[in-house]
């Protein structure tokens, strides 16, 4: 079995056992795949053409998928959890997509990386230029990162559509947690991770 | 004719005849007492006989899907570029069994076998088979040949629905569903596309109310024009545009009504050819059999309610360009059957042959496919 990067080992840790579970994004599956050792079901969402045969190798059930059309073809908290690594920034409408996952998702886990990390912030003001990093390593003109956001942003929206946040992992360039990063989150930490529910009125 | 046989071809092949006496209850209420049917099968049935793959055709194909019947034949059979050894359906690891359905015209009981009650051809008086009767002598099939349980059955449009059939109706006898350009019931569009070509087989002063044979004609313009209408529908605007634009069979414009553009000529050609070798009321039993499809009926009109029993690991496939069964129809299949918490795999392949798509050599189509049935050996031996 692949070592899962960091992240995604944090995600694999933070979901129980037999949980049934969306992974939007899915990529070639390889979460999803580790999962299933631990008799995790369900599907990854994938759009790019090149990853469905790769799911299909791994024995994912992988549905080809815009995300930018919502969740349209699931109905209200039939998943345990849904799963959003590292592709919030690229969907046109975060804020729909997060109001569609809290609708599918008894539970979520999004991931994104921090814009709001001093590299990125260093970058902008001192070289004038958008950031390039190991979590960014595009240039602003042909990466699909079209909405970035900072922690801050993200919790702030979070708290506008009624968003508890259990959890929360923030992880440094080496993908670590460090006594630097609970002090200062968003200037230290390269990649957010929360694991998130649909506040009860 | 190939010079050589390719070495990716299951070779020269020869289609085998079964004769049923076990009458068979069709969907109408009819009853068919005894029928013959001829199949086709490319590869080794294993031992424990679980790696058998069916495979139903469309509205026009027939059991020859793969290889070549003489060294004279001019054309492979119509899947050859899916089925063979090393190819995505491989013959090296699957047993596969094709098959010419009931109502067809190449070899199985259909509207121009002889009746054995009048000892005349059945023309018009054969009943109406649909895709559940297909489905149940499909099944007397694979009693006959050993198979208990298909590992996958594969189809394209009316073929993905024989496929969608056999996983609600025999849960038990099918591991997995390949569902390709396919719906779960026709369209308004759709069905009207029918009518016309009925209506224009119908007209044909040559169909005699379907008595043809008695008179030792056919309607050969009417199944021709039908064949057009069919044949614009499973192609693009954009396929057409590519393959023919508006180039002109002669250098110049006549100004008369007779073929000026190229694909006007591939047409008439095309359905000449086609008239010549199928048979009429085959094309409206098996236009009627696609109108008639529609499983959820028996369940208040909810598919995810009618997917309920399936067993079969399913997956779907459709083609961006395909506006007779376009993509939407095979995300009311894939939507159900996340409803219904089914095992599925969905893929949309670019392509920009429209309906076409399913029977040609689209490279990711096939590496899809490919790997599917790899995955389904993968499972049998973990």
Known sequence: MKKLRTDLQIIYDWIPS?????????????????????NVTGYGLEIDNSQIAGCIESKVNVIQADLDLGLPQFSNQSFDFVILSQTLQAVKRPDFLLDEIIRVGKQAIIGFPNFGHWQCRKQLVFGG?????????????????????????FEKLAANKNVTILKRSILNHSHKDSLGIKLAPNLLGEIALYQIKKSTV | MPDSIPVDSVGLVSPQFIHIDTPLSLESGRMLLQYDLVYETYGELNIQASNAVLICHALSGDHHAAGYHSLEDKRAGWWDNLIGPGKAIDTNLFFVVSLNNLGGCQGSTGPTSINPNTQ?????????????????????????????????????????????????????RIRHALIIAAASKLSAQNIAFNEVARTAIKGDPD????????HNTAPRKGLGLARMIGHITYLSDEAMGKKFGRDLRHDSLNYDYDVEFQVESYLRYQSEIFAEHFDANTYLLMTKALDYFDPAKHFNDNLAETFAEIKAKCLVISFTTDWRFSPERSHDIVNALLSANKSVTYAEIEATQGHDAFLLPISRYHQIVGTYMKRIISEEES
């Not at chain 2, 005349?120 to 040949?145: C, E, H, M, R």
């Not at chain 2, 169909?207 to 008695?214: K, L, Q, R, S």
């Open chain 1, 18 to 38: 037999g949980a049934r579970v969306l992974d939007l994004g899915c990529g070639d599956g390889h979460l999803l795949t580790s999962l299933q050792q631990r």
């Open chain 1, 129 to 153: 230029q958008m950031p390039i990093s190991k979590t960014l390593p595009d240039s602003w003109f042909n990466n699909s990162n079209i909405h970035l956001c900072t922690i801050k942003d």
């Open chain 2, 120 to 172: 005349k051809p059945y023309g018009p008086d054969f009943p109406i088979i649909t895709v559940v009767d297909w489905v149940n002598s499909q099944a007397v099939l694979a009693d006959k040949l050993g198979i208990r349980q298909w590992a996958a059955i594969v189809g394209g449009s009316l073929g993905g629905m024989q496929a969608i059939q056999w996983a609600i109706s025999l849960p038990d």
């Open chain 2, 207 to 214: 169909f005699h109310d379907g008595h043809y044979a008695e």
